[in-house]
């Protein structure tokens, strides 16, 4: 049982917690029935952050928004503050002329910060102060600020693919085990960080979180690689719901709507159907408003396979994801997507785009980033200015009703807001 460390504050956090841990098999239960003004997560969400997810609801089956990660940061061939003889602002804005409703942004190594308060960056370079700029530059234009957290290993201090022996999320929820304390110092540098985003009426930004994302993976980040014989998977729920109890009850965090992903075996294919059963997984109705699913359209796939099977594939797993979260009656979304540095083809974004997402509700469908081609060598995932797809791109979204940019997202927006 996850517990908390045993200095003076956190004994009485730590009562608070066993009793939550004893209560929670009524307190679902209890906690959804006293709803009445919202029904996120968190009972003490901000207004905004319930108007966000009132809004999400509101669109379903009806409007999809487009989204893509790191957008402002850099793109392919350019990077902010740094190389960038187009002057880029944005791979997706320089492509068609609008940005991403959604703009995805990842915490991963702001807990550097602890050993070294001079840090001032996260994962693939991205600066804080920027950072906090562009959210809140996101924000003011009527964009959704999304975030991921590829978090270091609170044991070994390596990367989120340091695994180490299949036991950190066991060890992390040991009461005041040294792994316990460390990782308690990663969640207060989060907390501190989600609750300096204000905007100009100095109130919280109402945000988009996924902790510990693809969590029906086995053996691809140490929150989802386990020793079976000492740490069991289904500890992932109980990590899961400590993080969102420490952040609501103990840094009172208040601007976040979670969101909980899945994965198709950490960019891989599965080949049986069984192996998606996230229930050891799923924390649970009472911490989760949005359940997504990081799908990506793979070349290695097409080696052994047709382009139709791929095709299928995906539908079937759209299909999965949608029912799974119409059970639980929560918000679907595509919380990552693309075509690892897809080739030329037709139609791309305005026929084999619909055709994969277009019987779906999702919420928002989330392109992975474009490495800046400059230091970061790795596989893009999204249209960028001079690729051969860039027309297509154009003409999805001059034609498009269904999916929605920043301009008409910020529209429909203010009118909700304004009727509700």
């Avoid at 944005?90 to 915490?107: A, E, K, Q």
């Avoid at 009527?142 to 978090?151: L, M, P």
């Amino acid at each position: 049982m996850p517990i908390f460390p045993r200095d003076a504050y956190s004994k009485q956090v730590y009562f608070a917690f066993i009793l939550l841990m004893c209560i929670l098999p009524q307190s679902s239960k209890t906690k959804n029935n006293s709803r009445q003004f919202s029904e996120t997560a968190d009972d003490q969400a901000t207004p905004n952050t319930i108007k966000l997810y009132r809004f999400l609801k509101s669109i379903q089956n009806k409007y999809t928004i487009i989204g893509h990660q790191d957008d402002l940061a850099y793109g392919n061939g350019w990077r902010y503050n740094g190389y960038n003889p187009q002057k880029y602002v944005s791979d997706i804005y320089n492509t068609c002329g609008d940005y991403p409703g959604v703009f995805g942004w990842d915490l991963g190594q702001i807990e550097n910060k602890i050993k070294n308060p001079a840090v001032n960056y996260v994962i693939n370079g991205v600066i804080i102060d920027d950072l906090k700029k562009w959210i809140k530059q996101v924000n003011t234009m009527g964009g959704i600020n999304y975030f991921s957290w590829h978090a270091n290993n609170p044991i070994t201090g390596g990367n989120s693919w340091d695994n180490g022996d299949g036991t950190v999320v066991c060890k992390i929820l040991e009461q005041g085990s040294q792994s316990n304390l460390e990782f308690n110092k990663y969640l207060d540098i989060l907390a501190d960080f989600f609750l300096s985003l204000k905007d100009e009426n100095n109130q919280l930004i109402p945000i988009l979180f996924r902790p510990f994302h693809e969590a029906n993976m086995n053996n691809c980040f140490w929150w989802n690689f386990f020793n079976s014989g000492k740490c069991s998977h289904n500890n992932y729920k109980i990590l899961w719901k400590y993080v969102e109890y420490y952040f609501t009850q103990v840094k009172q965090v208040h601007n976040i709507l979670y969101v909980f992903s899945l994965n198709d075996n950490c960019l891989g294919y599965h080949k049986n159907e069984e192996t998606m059963n996230i229930i050891n997984e799923y924390p649970g109705d009472d911490c989760v408003d949005i359940v997504g699913y990081d799908l990506y359209m793979k070349n290695s796939f097409l080696a052994s396979n047709t382009f139709e099977s791929l095709v299928q594939h995906s539908i079937s797993h759209n299909k999965f994801v949608t029912e799974f979260a119409q059970q639980h009656k929560k918000i679907p979304a595509i919380t990552e997507a693309g075509w690892e540095n897809y080739p030329a083809m037709e139609g791309p974004f305005t026929q084999i785009f619909p055709g994969v997402f277009g019987n779906y509700n999702y919420s928002f469908v989330l392109f992975w980033r474009n490495p800046d081609k400059i230091k970061d060598f790795t596989s893009y995932y999204c249209v960028y200015p001079d690729h051969p797809n860039a027309k297509d791109f154009k003409l999805f979204y001059s034609t498009t009703t269904k999916y929605i940019f920043r301009s008409k997202l910020a529209s429909m927006r203010n009118k909700f807001i304004t009727a509700h």
